[in-house]
C-alpha cells in the first residue's frame, strides 16, 4: 500500500512563498486523486486542493484560488502544494491524503473516507510576522 510523506513546511513570514511536497513511496499517485488539507490550531480539518489521478484536472477551495497551486510530478512520484503570499491564517499542520473517496472533477473537490485511503503524517507551516 501507498504511504505518504509530507515536508516542506517550516517558518515563513507573511508575503512570502513556500512549497509544500507530498511523496509517494510502495504505490504510485495515480490511482486515486490526492489532495492537501490543513489543520489550524483548535480548528477542525479541512479541505485546500485536489488533484485527479491522471493529474488534469485541479480544484481549489475557494478563498484560497489563485494563491495556492497543486501539482505532480509523477517521475517523482510527489504532489506540490505552492502556496504564495501566505497569510497568518495559513498556518496549520498540512495533509496530504489519496483515497477513493476523494473526488476532484470540474473544479469541485469532495472526500469522503473510505477504508483504502492513505493519510500522510502532516507538515507543520507557521506564520511569523
Known amino acids: 500500500q501507498v504511504q505518504l510523506v509530507e515536508s516542506g513546511g517550516g517558518l515563513v513570514h507573511p508575503g512570502e512563498s513556500l512549497t509544500l511536497s507530498c511523496a509517494a513511496t510502495?504505490?504510485?499517485?495515480?490511482?486515486?486523486?490526492t489532495g492537501w488539507f490543513r489543520q489550524a490550531p483548535g480548528k477542525q480539518r479541512e479541505r485546500v486542493a485536489c488533484?485527479?489521478?491522471?493529474?488534469?484536472?485541479?480544484a481549489y477551495v475557494e478563498p484560497l484560488k489563485g494563491r495556492f497551486t497543486i501539482s505532480r510530478n509523477d517521475a517523482k512520484d510527489t504532489v506540490y502544494l505552492q502556496m504564495k503570499i501566505v497569510e497568518s491564517e495559513d498556518a496549520a499542520i498540512y495533509y496530504c491524503?489519496?483515497?477513493?473517496?476523494?473526488?476532484?472533477?470540474?473544479?469541485?473537490?469532495?472526500?469522503?473516507?473510505?477504508?483504502?485511503?492513505?493519510w500522510g503524517q502532516g507538515t507543520q507551516v507557521l506564520i511569523s510576522s
Open positions: 510502495g504505490g504510485r499517485l495515480d490511482s486515486y486523486a
Open positions: 491524503a489519496t483515497d477513493p473517496g476523494l473526488v476532484c472533477a470540474s473544479g469541485q473537490f469532495h472526500y469522503t473516507k473510505t477504508s483504502f485511503g492513505t
Open positions: 488533484i485527479n489521478a491522471a493529474a488534469t484536472g485541479t
